[in-house]
C-alpha cells in the first residue's frame, strides 16, 4: 500500500505542471490564431486583387512578388557593402606601397560614397525622424507642462496652437528649406541640409500633439494631489517633478505615441519632396524609374514603412509602461 501512496503522490504534480503546460498552448494558440486568421485573409484577398488589377507598369505586385523584392534588395545591399570592403581594401594596399616607397608619406583615406541601399535608407530614416521627434519632445513637454499650470499662459498660446496644428508638412517644407539655405551656410557643413530640412519639418509638425496632451494632463491633475503639494509647501521645481510628471505621465505619453506616428507619416512625404535620403526617397525614385520591378520594391517600402510604424508606436508603448507608476493606465 505504501508503494501505492508514494506513486500516486509523485504522478500529481507531474499532473499538475503538464496541465499548465497545455493550458499555456491552448491559451497561446488562441491569442494568435486570431491575428494570423486576420493576416491570411487579408494576404488572399490581396493575392486575388493583384491578379486583378493591371498598371502602366505591369500587374499590380503580389505578396510573392513582394517577397521577392525583399530578397533583391537584400541582395543589392550585400553587394554594395562587398563593393565598400573591396574599396578600402584597395586603398590600404595602394597606401602601403607609397609608404614603402616614401616613408615620409602621410596616408590619406577617401570615404566611400556609393549609392544608398534600401537598409540604409531605413537607417537614415530612422535617424532623421527620432532627432525630429526628440527635438519636438525637449520643446513640447516643458511648454505643454507650463501651459498646463497657467491658465493666462493657456488663453495666450491656444490659439497660435489652434492655427499652426492642422497645417500641412506640404506647406512647412518650403519655409524649412528656405529658411535652412539662408541661415546654416557653412563651407564644411556638419550634417547635410536635405537632412535639417526633414528634421525640422518632422518638428513642426509633430509638435502639437504632444503640447495638446501634456497641458491637458497637467490641467486635469487630481486636486487631492496638488493640495497635498500645498501642505508641503513643496517648491515649484519640486511640484513639477514629484507631482506633476508622475500623474500626468499617461496623457504625455499619449501625446507622444500620436505625435510619433505624425512624425514617421510627415518623413516619409517630406523626403519625397526633399529629396533627401531615405525611404520617401527611394519610393520617389523607384516611380520615377517605372521599369517593371518598381511596383513591387515601392509595394516592399510600403510594408516596411508600416511594420516600422507599428514597431515605434510598440516602443514607445513599452517606455510609458515601464516609468509610468500606474500599470493599468497604459493603454494599447
Not at 530612422?126 to 491658465?151: C, E, N, Y
Amino acid at each position: 500500500m505504501s508503494t501505492t501512496t508514494s506513486i500516486d503522490d509523485n504522478s500529481e504534480p507531474k499532473i499538475e505542471w503538464l496541465d499548465s503546460v497545455i493550458d499555456f498552448v491552448m491559451t497561446a494558440a488562441k491569442n494568435l490564431a486570431i491575428p494570423l486568421s486576420g493576416i491570411a485573409v487579408f494576404l488572399f484577398l490581396w493575392t486575388i486583387a493583384a491578379q486583378n488589377i493591371n498598371t502602366s507598369l505591369g500587374e499590380f505586385p503580389s505578396p510573392s512578388v513582394v517577397l521577392e523584392q525583399f530578397e533583391s534588395l537584400y541582395d543589392e545591399h550585400n553587394a554594395e557593402r562587398e563593393k565598400e570592403v573591396a574599396f578600402y581594401e584597395r586603398q590600404e594596399v595602394r597606401n602601403a606601397k607609397r609608404v614603402a616607397e616614401d616613408p615620409g608619406y602621410a596616408p590619406r583615406i577617401r570615404a566611400y560614397t556609393g549609392k544608398e541601399t534600401f537598409l540604409d535608407q531605413i537607417g537614415t530614416s530612422l535617424i532623421t525622424v527620432m532627432s525630429g521627434f526628440i527635438l519636438a519632445a525637449a520643446l513640447a513637454i516643458p511648454l505643454g507642462i507650463a501651459i498646463g499650470l497657467s491658465k493666462t499662459l493657456n488663453q495666450a498660446i491656444n490659439p497660435v496652437i489652434q492655427i499652426f496644428k492642422p497645417v500641412s508638412p506640404l506647406a512647412w517644407l518650403p519655409l524649412v528649406t528656405m529658411v535652412v539655405s539662408a541661415v546654416y551656410v557653412s563651407p564644411d557643413p556638419l550634417v547635410a541640409k536635405s537632412f535639417l530640412n526633414s528634421m525640422i519639418t518632422v518638428t513642426l509638425c509633430c509638435i502639437w500633439p504632444m503640447v495638446i496632451n501634456t497641458s491637458v494632463g497637467v490641467s486635469s491633475i487630481d486636486k487631492d494631489l496638488v493640495n497635498v503639494s500645498q501642505v508641503l509647501r513643496l517648491p515649484a521645481l519640486k511640484h513639477v517633478q514629484k507631482i506633476v510628471l508622475p500623474a500626468s505621465i499617461p496623457a504625455i505619453f499619449t501625446g507622444m505615441r500620436l505625435s510619433l506616428g505624425v512624425a514617421w507619416m510627415v518623413l516619409i512625404a517630406a523626403e519625397m519632396l526633399a529629396q533627401s535620403p531615405g525611404l520617401g526617397k527611394f519610393v520617389w525614385d523607384e516611380f520615377q524609374n517605372g521599369s517593371s520591378d518598381s511596383l513591387g520594391r515601392i509595394m516592399a517600402a510600403v510594408v516596411v514603412i508600416g511594420f516600422i510604424g507599428f514597431m515605434l508606436d510598440r516602443v514607445m508603448l513599452e517606455i510609458q509602461r515601464v516609468v509610468s507608476w500606474d500599470k493599468s493606465s497604459v493603454l494599447r
